[in-house]
C-alpha cells in the first residue's frame, strides 16, 4: 500500500541491512531501526553553533539580575554554568553531554531522489523503505523533527543548553537541502537496545520496500530480492 507523501518518510538503506538487520525478525513481528549518537554523523561542521560574545554577555547579565528570584535547583544547567554554580563546565560541555544521550535516525520525505539512491542506497543496489508517520507518535506528540537548512555559520542565541541541543539536531547547511530530511531522535531509555542503539517498530509501521534499479535490472536478481523478502514473510508485488 503506497501511502501519500505527506503521511510517510523513506529510509534508505543497503540490501543487506534491510534483509538482516532490519527485517531479520520480521515473521516475529519485529521490525528494527539502527540510530546513531549525534557524535556519529558523517559531517563533522554538523550540529556545531557558534553563540556571538555580546549576546553571551547580554545574557549572563540579564540572568544575574534575576538569580535571586530563581532557585538553582530550577535553573536549566546552562544558566547555572553561566552564573558560576557549576564553574567546571563549559557552554559547550553542557550541550555536548545532553547529545550524548541522544539518538538519531534518519528518514527523507521523498522515495524518488537520485542522490539519496546514489550516496545511503548502496547506488540504486539498496532500497527505500517507507514508514507511516504516525508510528513515531508519543504522548499524542509526533517525534519526527523536520530538518531545516541555513545558509553561512550558524549562530546559536538561545539561553537553554537544552534549546541549543534541540536547535543542533535539526539543523543542516543548505547544500543538505536535497535530502529532505527527517529525523527521530530518542534518549537511551526510549530505545529497546540501548547497546546497540536500536528501536522496536512493528510490520504495519511500514507501508512500503522499494527496490534500486540494480535490484531489478536483472531478472536473476529480482527474483532472488523478492525470494529473500518472502522468506522472512513480506509480501511481494511483482
Request: aromatic share 12%.
Amino acid at each position: 500500500v503506497i501511502m501519500d507523501s505527506d503521511s510517510t518518510v523513506y529510509k534508505f538503506v543497503k540490501w543487506d541491512t534491510c534483509i538482516n538487520k532490519i527485517f531479520k525478525d520480521y515473521s516475529k513481528g519485529i521490525v528494527r531501526l539502527k540510530y546513531s549518537k549525534p557524535c556519529e554523523f558523517d559531517d563533522i561542521f554538523e550540529m556545531r553553533h557558534i553563540m556571538p560574545d555580546h549576546k553571551a554577555a547580554e545574557w549572563v547579565q540579564k540572568t544575574s539580575n534575576q538569580q535571586n528570584q530563581i532557585a538553582a535547583n530550577e535553573m536549566s544547567v546552562f544558566a547555572q554554568v553561566y552564573n558560576g554554580l557549576l564553574p567546571n563546565l563549559r557552554i559547550d560541555d553542557v550541550v555536548e553531554k545532553l547529545l550524548d544521550d541522544r539518538f538519531i535516525t534518519c528518514f527523507s520525505s521523498d522515495w524518488n531522489i537520485p542522490l539519496m539512491w546514489s550516496f545511503y542506497a548502496d547506488k540504486y543496489a539498496g532500497c527505500a523503505i517507507g514508514f507511516k508517520k504516525k508510528s513515531f507518535l508519543k504522548g499524542g506528540l509526533n517525534r519526527l523533527q523536520q530538518v531545516r537548512y541555513i545558509s553561512g555559520n550558524p549562530h546559536v542565541e538561545m539561553s537553554r543548553a537544552e534549546e541549543i541541543a534541540a536547535w543542533r539536531m535539526t539543523t543542516k547547511f543548505s547544500d543538505w537541502s536535497w535530502e529532505q530530511e527527517w529525523r527521530d531522535i530518542l534518549t537511551s531509555e526510549e530505545l529497546d537496545n540501548p547497546d546497540d542503539k536500536l528501536k522496536n517498530f512493528v510490520p504495519d509501521d511500514v507501508t512500503e520496500i522499494i527496490l534500486g534499479i540494480r535490484v531489478l535490472q536483472a531478472n536473476g536478481e529480482k527474483e532472488q530480492a523478492f525470494n529473500e523478502l518472502t522468506k522472512l514473510g513480506i509480501e511481494c508485488e511483482k
